[in-house]
């Protein structure tokens, strides 16, 4: 497969990407999402969905289904409380990693109103998360839920796998997806730190805070992504503190 792909570095811009703002929600997509359609635009490699969310205190996603798909919360700042039909509910803030199978059909619901499981004062700040579907390899699975403290890994620098389903990350403190050719990594960085992309016929580079320099290509702002395709082993250099999102896949989705 990847014999037949050219190698490409395509930047996306924040400011080119869709956009949904409601009274409650701030929300910018990366691909087709909602009532956003293009059909050059609907996804790169296994990921479908990335969604840069800001959500304002009391409000979020009311329960609503999901079907055959893998469902990766990151948070950057603020929590979100997650309760689902299989019974699991829990709270979301920076440093957990938190996956959700919807496999056979999931409801869920996504809100910022964690003093109602913490007995606390209602707060007033904000929620700002990334939330991004992958498809898995295997339809009709039965849904399920895993969550994960990193935190302590991601101070120690460097790339760490957030989540994969890929066999090379079996033993990576990380949780696991449905899905055996693609992987998440995170990383934060200080002013000076760099990291090398790894190599992959898809990546998938988002910058959720912070600026950075990617080799060979030149700055990347907070919402700037870019898609590589046949390529990686770019360095990534901190300007300010940053964070970076990168998915790592060895396939693509057929029939989008």
Excluded: C
Excluded at 127 to 144: A, K, R
Excluded at 207 to 217: M, Q
């Amino acid at each position: 497969m990847t014999a037949a792909l050219q190698p490409t570095v395509d930047v996306r811009r924040s400011g080119e990407r869709y956009k949904t703002r409601l009274s409650w929600l701030d929300s910018k997509h990366s691909f087709s999402f909602s009532h956003h359609y293009d059909p050059q635009n609907t996804h790169h490699g296994l990921l479908l969905v990335n969604n840069d969310d800001i959500v304002t205190a009391g409000t979020g996603f009311e329960t609503h289904p999901h079907q055959d798909m893998e469902i990766v919360t990151w948070v950057l700042q603020g929590s979100l409380v997650h309760q689902d039909s299989t019974g699991h509910s829990g709270l979301i803030y920076p440093g957990l990693a938190q996956r959700m199978s919807a496999g056979t059909g999931i409801l869920h619901s996504e809100k910022n109103d964690s003093w109602r499981l913490q007995s606390v004062s209602p707060h007033t700040d904000p929620v700002h998360f990334v939330q991004m579907w992958v498809v898995p390899d295997e339809e009709g699975i039965t849904p399920g839920y895993e969550q994960l403290e990193i935190d302590d890994a991601l101070l120690h620098g460097g790339l760490v796998t957030v989540a994969s389903g890929m066999d090379r990350h079996a033993d990576a403190s990380a949780i696991r997806i449905k899905n055996k050719y693609a992987g998440l990594h995170a990383a934060r960085l200080n002013p000076g730190d760099s990291v090398l992309l790894p190599e992959a016929p898809f990546l998938h580079l988002f910058v959720p805070r912070g600026t950075v320099t990617l080799e060979e290509s030149g700055k990347l702002e907070a919402g700037d992504s870019v898609r590589f395709t046949a390529t990686g082993g770019q360095r990534i250099t901190a300007d300010e503190p940053a964070e970076i999102l990168v998915w790592e896949m060895h396939a693509t989705v057929k029939g989008w």
